[in-house]
């Protein structure tokens, strides 16, 4: 029950494209979920984060879509650039506590 | 303002031996997390301290030990240290509890052990 599911494993999108990204979980007590962007040798850098009360946040080329009643949120990056090729993990987080539970990560990788 | 550091960047241990690692979160956070990252078991939740009190733990056996100082810098501790240990411990730093929790990673120290 404090799994988060990430699909696909991997993604190919030609430049300029929709890059979709979908996590599910099981835990309705989580609410707050991040979406972390990790280029090689480097730490995870925080994206976009979402609440549970509001279906659809979006930051610049990046938006998070949530469904509540089917506990699942994605993220989706419009007009994608080689330079967002890199690995992408959602994750969920409860009772304003420290401990993100992450998905099993998606490596993007975008062709010019 | 300065973001997580964590040091050393990379370490090499022989079975057996123990390792501490060093974090420092950025100036004013207060909450520090510790995260194991590997390509089998991805990134798994190791502890949490906050104001020099851990207030989270993960499923990690009683070798995996930290602490938090009054200046919220951190240290891990891994004991008897076998080959799976073998991965990138990522800290993680927060301001505090807020209802939206927002965490920065460091750039990780890459343990080896051989």
């Known amino acids: 029950q404090q799994q988060v599911k990430q699909s696909p494993q991997s993604l190919i999108v030609q430049k300029g494209g929709i890059s979709i990204i979908n996590c599910a979980y099981e835990?309705?007590?989580?609410?707050?979920f991040p979406w972390y962007q990790q280029f090689p040798g480097k730490g995870p850098a925080l994206l976009i984060a979402?609440?549970?009360?509001?279906s659809e946040k979006k930051e610049g080329r990046f938006t998070i879509s949530f469904n509540k009643s089917a506990k699942q949120f994605s993220l989706h990056i419009m007009d994608s650039q080689p330079g967002d090729s890199a690995t992408y993990f959602c994750a969920a987080n409860y009772n304003q506590g420290g401990k993100l539970i992450f998905g099993q990560g998606t490596e993007l990788s975008v062709k010019p | 303002k300065a973001g997580v550091t964590q040091t050393p960047r990379y370490l090499i241990k022989t079975r057996g031996q123990q390792v501490t690692l060093s974090c420092s979160p950025i100036?004013?956070?207060?909450?520090v997390s510790w995260y194991q990252q590997t390509p089998g078991q991805g990134l798994q939740f190791l502890f949490e301290?906050?104001?020099?009190?851990?207030?989270n733990k993960g499923n990690f056996p009683g070798r995996f030990s930290g602490r938090q100082f009054s200046n919220s810098r951190s240290e891990m501790n891994v004991s008897t240290l076998e080959l799976g240990d073998s991965a990138l411990y990522l800290c993680a730093s927060s301001p505090d509890r807020s209802p939206l929790y927002e965490q920065y990673f460091g750039p990780g120290t890459r343990l080896t052990v051989t």
């Open positions: 100036s004013g956070h207060r909450s």
């Open positions: 301290y906050f104001s020099e009190t851990q207030r």
């Open positions: 979402i609440r549970p009360d509001v």
């Open positions: 835990n309705t007590a989580f609410d707050y």
